[in-house]
């Protein structure tokens, strides 16, 4: 099997359960970037018949943490951001809280229904300054095809996925998703330099790694690193001070948002 990254050789890495039926399915491992995938994932419909896992309780805490964090990576780095597009923006959530935090930001997903963002769908035939795509890239049987699309949308991809560097015990690593069957792509540091490389994109992290940006602007890794890769209390309290100082206050579209879909709904 040939990596779904780099296009070297996958071994064999190992061979575990999916699915309360315990459906046996093999993993590969890349030698070369250390991207770990799973063989062609032929039992995703089954793993989607029920889209956001019911296993899947930490959705409303990532998306406070995602949005905080991206709140702060706009403000510092992508201030001129007018319209964002959340990729696989799930029921909405993210989206919601962005608007209301005054950010300009669009729903799009193929595959769930949106319940909290309703009338502010995003279109893929147009640009965005910015397009998030917060645990989806984990979901991905063709990353490179994906990556092309988004690009394709945004100069500028903010993107969270657990990596698999540091894993010690992958059968019984929680990302590999075991009940849902969900996760098909497991990226190391390694394979998304490598996806960067080959975009031209700079590409910083943070929130442990976790949370990733692919962008074709430039970006100081200097200040990024400063602002969210750093444990040291008196940066921390100086960058708060730095930040609220610097970035002017947004407006909520609360209001304004409430006033479209009510124009809407009596126009309909
Ligand atoms: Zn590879």
Redesign the pocket.
Known sequence: MN??????T?DLFLTSTIFKEKTKISYYK??????IQTEEPYWLEKAYSDVIAKTDIGLIYRNNIFSNITESILDNFFSTTKKALDYGAGFGIFVRIMRDKGYNFLWYDDYCQNLFAETFEGKLDEKYDVLTAFEVFEHLPNPIETVEKLLTLSDTIIFSTVLNDGVTDFDKWWYRTEVSGQHVSFYSE??LN?LAKKYKLNYVSCNNKSLHVFTKKEINKNNFNLLFNNSNTIIERLKRKLITKKIPQKETLLQKDHEKIINKILNT
């Open positions: 990596c779904n990254i780099c296009n070297h996958s890349c030698s070369n970037c250390g991207f390694k394979s490598f």
